[in-house]
């Protein structure tokens, strides 16, 4: 049975710090990549990060590039981790953790081109 669980989200003024975690199970690194996707209200989804181990491609949105680092714990791999630095309050949205096949190139948004997708976590940051 695969589940990913997000924690970490919370409330923090701009230009603070929040590290999500995605708690992993069921799956491994090797065969699937994993990504970080927010959804704010009244905008659209939008993919922030992703990893996939087995060809070493790692995305970031433009939007967070050079404030926002993914890393997993490569001995256990049972945990994907989203260090979010500098935020600022449009980076408030729910982030959700989710896998797939994706190999290198713009990640999709579409919720369908997921395989597995764990329920989001919270993150606000007031100005």
């Known amino acids: 049975d695969v589940q990913l669980q997000a924690s970490g989200g919370g409330l923090v003024q701009a230009g603070g710090s929040l590290r999500l975690s995605c708690a992993v199970s069921?799956?491994?690194?090797?065969?699937?990549?994993m990504s970080w996707i927010r959804q704010a209200p009244g905008k659209e989804r939008e993919v922030v990060s992703c990893?996939?181990?087995?060809?070493?491609?790692?995305?970031y949105a433009d939007s967070v590039k050079g404030r926002f680092t993914i890393s997993s714990d490569s001995n256990t791999e049972n945990a994907v981790f989203l260090q979010m630095n500098s935020l600022k309050p449009e980076d408030t949205a729910v982030y959700y953790c989710?896998?797939?096949?994706?190999?290198?190139?713009?990640?999709?948004?579409?919720?369908?081109?997921?395989?597995?997708w764990g329920q989001g976590t919270q993150v606000t940051v007031s100005s």
């Open positions: 989710a896998a797939n096949l994706w190999r290198g190139g713009t990640p999709s948004s579409y919720r369908e081109s997921y395989n597995y």
């Open positions: 069921g799956i491994t690194f090797d065969d699937y990549a």
């Open positions: 990893m996939s181990k087995s060809d070493g491609s790692i995305y």
